[in-house]
């Protein structure tokens, strides 16, 4: 290390320790002593500390605080000994038990000791008593609101990738309508009267009472096929999801699980726990689409239904 001075070797060896020279040479390790009673003595401390091995130096840092709280430096011996110390007295050891109210002293590595001795950094900062107990109330408190939220999350995830599974496969279902033979169509609507309640029949009549494609019949048998499908197609995504509607397309891939939250389907009419479906997605059940949302030529179904 060449023209750094003696420190400059020892730099190489151990690139963490940034210590001044002089703090190197006294050698131990050194912790930090806060939350101290201002009448505490340097041989207080040195007895305390003594329990855990070597203590090199004892430095009582003057305190001018109003609060009568000081603070000090000890150097222990051995790393052993230091962590040992940490251990037993911070936060639970009162130097002087007369001095009971101030509450127990806090001990940690010095700044900088931690990194040098390739300890978490976090070892070297000190909450205050109240902190620290409010920390762990409010660690507490973090975690369950944090398991919440990420559970509600992965839940919510659940239902977006449900609902653009469900979404993807209406339009597939749209596309597929245009090219089922009559027969199926057929058998598609009259299913649909039987197990799709008043909602869909009032659809259906209010579709023939429009005449489309020439008829005003109410029997699906007398319509052309391409009204039939067209029929179909707006219904899809209302009741693209009843089995009785799919089970009249063929290949269709399975859907992922419904989410937890979310029977398949919901309440009749209700989106899903607060979440609203994609756009021109219709919860099933058969609520009216929003005014102005009705596809050309559909009838929202009359009130009361």
């Known amino acids: 290390g060449g023209g750094r001075g003696g420190g400059g070797r020892r730099d190489e060896d151990h690139p963490d320790d940034r210590r001044p020279m002089v703090e190197r040479e006294k050698g131990g390790v050194k ?39 000081g603070c000090a430096f000890v150097r222990m011996g051995s790393l052993d ?5 940490i251990e037993d007295l911070h936060e639970q050891r009162v130097l002087m ?30 909450p205050s008593f109240r902190e620290a107990r409010q920390k762990v109330v409010e660690h507490q408190e973090k975690k369950v609101f944090f398991e919440a939220m990420s559970k509600q999350q992965e839940i919510q995830q659940q239902v977006i990738q449900y609902q653009q599974a469900v979404a993807q496969q209406h339009q597939q279902m749209a596309q597929m309508a245009a090219s089922l033979p009559k027969d199926e169509l057929v058998a ?12 869909f029949k009032q ?25 039939l499908s067209q029929f179909v197609q707006m219904n899809v995504f ?26 398949p389907g919901g309440p009749p009419g209700m989106p899903p726990m607060g979440m609203m479906p994609p756009p021109g997605m219709m919860p099933p059940g058969g609520l009216p689409p929003p005014p102005g949302g009705a596809p050309p030529g559909m009838l929202p179904p009359p009130p009361g239904f």
Do not use: N
């Open 31 to 69: 912790l930090f002593v806060g939350r101290l009673p201002r009448e505490a003595s340097e041989r207080l401390l040195r007895e305390c500390f003594e329990e855990f091995g070597d203590v090199l130096e004892v430095f009582i840092i003057a305190s001018q605080a109003q609060s009568g709280v």
């Open 81 to 85: 000994g230091a962590e040992k110390a």
């Open 97 to 126: 038990p007369e001095m009971r109210d101030l509450g127990p002293m806090q001990v940690a590595f010095a700044k900088g000791e931690a990194v040098r001795l390739g300890i978490d950094e976090k070892e070297e900062i000190l």
């Open 238 to 263: 209302e009741y693209g999801i009843e089995s009785w509607f799919r089970k009249h397309f063929d290949d269709l891939p399975d859907l992922p699980p419904a989410p937890p939250m979310m029977p």
């Open 188 to 199: 598609l609507i009259k299913d649909g009267q039987r197990m799709g309640g008043p909602p």
């Open 203 to 227: 659809k259906w009549w209010g579709f023939c009472d429009q005449g489309w494609g020439g008829t005003r019949d109410y029997d699906p048998s007398h319509h052309q096929p391409e009204t």
